[in-house]
C-alpha cells in the first residue's frame, strides 16, 4: 500500500492546479456531500489523495498500486489501463489503478465482497449482451458506455423524445445487464415524465429514493427471471428505513407493468416465464 503526505509538497502545485482547476464540479451541495461520503469511504488512501481520485474516476471503490495488486491480491493491470495519481512521500506523484483496470491470475484470491458496489451472479454471455443492446438501441434508446469506477452503475437522461443510457464499460456482465434493466425502469416507471409515443404515464411526486426501491425491483425481477441475481437488497439497504413499510408505498401493479415493458426493450419477451433460467457462476 502507497504511503501519503498530510499535505501536498510545493513543487506539486503545477499539478494540482491542474487537476483542481475545474472547481465548478463542487459548486452545488449534491456533489460536494458525493466528494465527502466517498472521502469516508475509501480509508485506504489520505483524504487529500482520496480526493484527488475522486476527481480522475468517479464512482472509484478500491484501488492499489500494481505492485501491491500484484503481491496482495495476485492480479495484474490491464495493458490499457489508465493510472490514476496520488501523491507519495520524499517524491512528486505515484499511480494507483482502479479495482476493475486488473485481472486476476491463477490461484488469485477472492477480493471482499464489499469491494464490488454492484455485485450479480449469473451467465450473461457476450452475445446475449450485444443482442440485449441492439435491441434497446433499436428502439430508440441509445447506451453508452463510460469508463467510471464501481460505485458508478449508470443512470438515463432524457432530451425531448430522445433517450441516452449510460453504463459503467467496467462492470460484468451480469451488471451491465442489471443496469440496463435498472434505468429502463426509471423510464418506464415514468420517473423522466410521461412520453406519450412509448405509452408511459408521467409519475410526479414520488421522493427519489422510492423511485431507487422501483426502479431496483424492475431489475431485481427481470434479472431473476433471465438468470441474473442482482444483490438488491444490499444496494437498496440505504433507501429504505427499518421497519418501514413497503407495501404500502409501492404501487405492485405500476412495477409489475414496467418490468414487462422493460423485458419487451431488451428483447427478452416472456420466454423466461415459462423456462427461468438458473444462476451460474459469475463471468466477467
Given at each position: 500500500m502507497i504511503a501519503e503526505l498530510p499535505r501536498p509538497r510545493a513543487h506539486d502545485a503545477h499539478l494540482l492546479d491542474a487537476m483542481l482547476d475545474d472547481a465548478a464540479a463542487y459548486r452545488s451541495s449534491t456533489h460536494y456531500w458525493d466528494l465527502l461520503r466517498f472521502v469516508a469511504r475509501v480509508r485506504r488512501f489520505s483524504p487529500f489523495n482520496a480526493m484527488l481520485l475522486h476527481r480522475q474516476k468517479p464512482g472509484l471503490s478500491f484501488a492499489a498500486s500494481a505492485r501491491d495488486w500484484r503481491r496482495r491480491w495476485k492480479r495484474i493491470v490491464k495493458v490499457d489501463a489508465r493510472p490514476l495519481v496520488v501523491l507519495i512521500p520524499f517524491g512528486p506523484v505515484g499511480f494507483?489503478?482502479?479495482?476493475?483496470?486488473?485481472?486476476?491470475?491463477?490461484?488469485?484470491?477472492?477480493?471482499?465482497?464489499?469491494?464490488?458496489?454492484?455485485?450479480?451472479?449469473?451467465?450473461?454471455t457476450k452475445p446475449a449482451l450485444k443482442a440485449i443492446v441492439a435491441a434497446v438501441e433499436a428502439k430508440g434508446i441509445r447506451i453508452a458506455e463510460v469508463d467510471v469506477g464501481d460505485w458508478h452503475a449508470g443512470r438515463i437522461l432524457r432530451s425531448g423524445d430522445a433517450y441516452t443510457l449510460k453504463m459503467n464499460r467496467n462492470h460484468s456482465r451480469e451488471a451491465r445487464f442489471t443496469t440496463i434493466a435498472h434505468e429502463l425502469g426509471h423510464l418506464y416507471l415514468g420517473h423522466l415524465g410521461g412520453d406519450a409515443k412509448r405509452r408511459i404515464p408521467g409519475w410526479r411526486g414520488v421522493a427519489e429514493r422510492w423511485c431507487e426501491v422501483e426502479a431496483e425491483s424492475v431489475a431485481y425481477?427481470?434479472?431473476?427471471?433471465?438468470?441474473?441475481?442482482?444483490?438488491?437488497d444490499a444496494y437498496l439497504a440505504g433507501f429504505i428505513k427499518a421497519g418501514e413499510s413497503i407495501s404500502r408505498t409501492l404501487d405492485v401493479e405500476r412495477v409489475m407493468r414496467a418490468a414487462g415493458a422493460v423485458e419487451g426493450v431488451m428483447g427478452l419477451g416472456e420466454r423466461a416465464a415459462f423456462e427461468p433460467a438458473k444462476a451460474k457462476a459469475v463471468k466477467r
Open positions: 494507483v489503478y482502479d479495482m476493475l483496470d486488473t485481472e486476476a491470475l491463477p490461484g488469485a484470491p477472492p477480493l471482499p465482497r464489499d469491494a464490488y458496489a454492484f455485485p450479480a451472479t449469473g451467465n450473461v425481477l427481470v434479472g431473476h427471471r433471465h438468470g441474473v441475481a442482482p444483490v438488491s
